[in-house]
């Protein structure tokens, strides 16, 4: 209890500073685990590998999904497919051959069953390094989306390569039948959640009751598609998505209370999960057999192919995916070779790894060099963080892979003028209907200039329209002004299922509008 006290700790501590010099902060608190575990004596905890997908991965994915949206995803389709599918499926071919070549001895099927574990980089840092280093929005989500998706890939070529490795018989068809039932059945399950907890939420308090639903969502959607046999992942992305947005009151209240208490989760499981990667390493390599500079060279080989495997798919199937868009004429930002050296260099791998290779068998029949092959898979989670983790912000800097200041945030005054366009439409419809009192209406619309300014929004340079306003007096009707946030919130949130729209930033206009909701005028 007082090893897991100190990670959490560390990670609050270390995790501000790892971001204040644009570092991961996963691949420091690694850092501080390996660290950590250099202390003689100090006891390592060993948590139950069968709980930590189920408690580690679902908060970790919902939190990271809510900041997509289904349309970056369909904008996105075919290059997320090919890295969160193909690239998963010929990353555990690959280097399940590596492995069953380099340790002698281990049967192929364990070695791809291992390396469907290694194969997925992981969702949350491809999520901290996109968000911190301002990545171009079409990278960063083709990298989100990588994260959120190739976990179900990965997990379902894991459990049949795992019964594959123990019971000796493998089928191609029926792996490929079973990808397909989890992906159905766990997108199926979340679009219930999504539909039952939308439901609830509407008839629950937004707080405390509606906050506490939130929370719990991820962890049953996970659970059922687990006993529905289809896939927790997809089934907590798709329910995350769900209920990413709605624009009435009662959402703006939940989501203001819900949003730190997410980031606040996201931070910690996700610093815990990293140091313990570091913390427990010591204890994995003591169980090794034989030369431990033996193990370490194998590892140090499988994560070299990890790493170059990565760069040989992406640019050629890159190269070509581009063309296809060209060719078609579709409209989004273009990504050369810079955009997918950064790419490449993002594999990092981290929690879905760790959880996988934990719980790799060792009763009825003990799987395969098990000790060794987590031992590697360790290896290549602390490289891949450390070394790629570490250098990436360099990497970005100086390939000059970067959106624009000036087209962020032209991007977020577009979204702001829509919302204060719908809110002042609002107030037009309710002085037409007459159900409030014109002097209502007239204070109103001669102080509405006040909250749009506090939210952000800049008039255009010689706008009539903004010369004939004025800000002198306070905007006291709070009845009208609620009606006018819930208008533009609705119109952010439709601006937020849309092709080009960045879901960041409306994400960011949202949450002032949710927070201006909350003041009394």
């Known amino acids: 209890m007082i090893v897991v006290l100190v990670l959490v700790l560390a990670t609050v501590v270390l995790a501000p500073l790892a971001q204040r010099v644009s570092v991961p902060y996963p691949a420091v608190l690694l850092a501080f685990g390996m660290l950590l575990a250099a202390v003689p004596g100090l006891p390592i905890p060993e948590p139950n590998p069968e709980w930590i997908l189920p408690l580690v991965l679902p908060p970790l994915l919902f939190a990271a999904a809510r900041r997509t949206s289904w349309r970056q995803f369909l904008d996105n389709r075919r290059a997320i497919g090919l890295l969160a599918v193909a690239l998963v499926a010929v990353t555990a071919f690959v280097v399940g051959v590596v492995l069953s070549a380099v340790v002698p001895g281990l049967p192929l099927l364990a070695g791809v069953a291992v390396a469907a574990a290694i194969a997925p980089p992981d969702p949350v840092a491809a999520t901290a390094v996109a968000q911190k280093l301002r ?27 795992i019964a594959a490795t123990l019971t000796g018989a493998f089928s191609a068809g029926h792996a490929a039948t079973e990808l397909g039932l989890a992906v159905v059945i766990g997108v199926a399950v979340g679009v219930a959640m999504a539909f039952v907890a939308r439901r609830l939420l509407t008839a629950l308090p937004a ?33 995350a998505l769900g209920l990413s947005r709605y624009g009435d009151v009662e959402s703006s209240q939940t989501r203001l209370a819900t949003g730190a208490t997410w980031e606040i989760l996201e931070l910690l499981i996700t610093g815990v999960a990293f140091a313990f990667v570091g913390l427990e390493i010591r204890s994995v390599a003591s169980n090794v057999t034989g030369p431990l500079s033996t193990a370490l060279v194998q590892a140090l080989v499988v994560t070299a192919v990890v790493i170059v495997l990565r760069f040989a798919w992406i640019f050629p199937v890159a190269a070509v995916d581009e063309r296809l868009r060209r060719r078609k004429g579709v409209g989004a930002e273009p990504v050369g070779w810079r955009e997918m050296t950064v790419a490449s260099w993002s594999g990092m791998r981290g929690v879905v790894t760790l959880a996988a290779v934990l719980a790799l068998p060792v009763a009825p029949t003990p799987f395969p060099e098990r000790e060794r092959l987590i031992f590697i898979a360790f290896v290549v989670i602390a490289v891949t963080m450390l070394v790629q983790g570490m250098t990436l912000p360099l990497v970005v800097k100086w390939l000059g892979v970067k959106a624009s200041d000036d087209e962020i945030a032209g991007e977020e005054q577009d979204l702001i003028r829509r919302a204060r366009q719908a809110g002042n439409e609002r107030l037009d419809e309710l002085r037409d209907a007459g159900d409030i009192p014109a002097d209502v209406i007239d204070h109103a619309d001669e102080n509405a200039d006040r909250m749009w300014h506090s939210l952000g929004f800049k008039p255009e340079e010689h706008s009539a329209e903004e010369a004939e306003r004025t800000v002198d007096h306070a905007f006291t009707a709070n009845a009208v002004k609620d009606q006018m946030l ?36």
């Open 135 to 161: 990545l171009p929005r079409r990278l960063r989500t083709i990298l989100e989306g990588e994260g959120l998706s190739n976990d179900a890939t990965a997990l379902v070529l894991y459990d049949v390569a």
């Open 207 to 239: 707080h405390p009751a509606g906050s506490a639903l939130v929370l719990v969502v991820p962890f049953a959607a996970y659970a059922a598609a687990d006993v529905a046999h289809g896939s927790g992942v997809l089934a907590v992305v798709t329910v």
């Open 486 to 521: 819930a208008a533009a919130r609705e119109e952010i949130v439709t601006a937020r299922t849309e092709s080009g729209v960045d879901p960041v930033l409306v994400d960011v206009v949202l949450r002032r509008l949710d927070a201006r909701g909350t003041q009394p005028e």
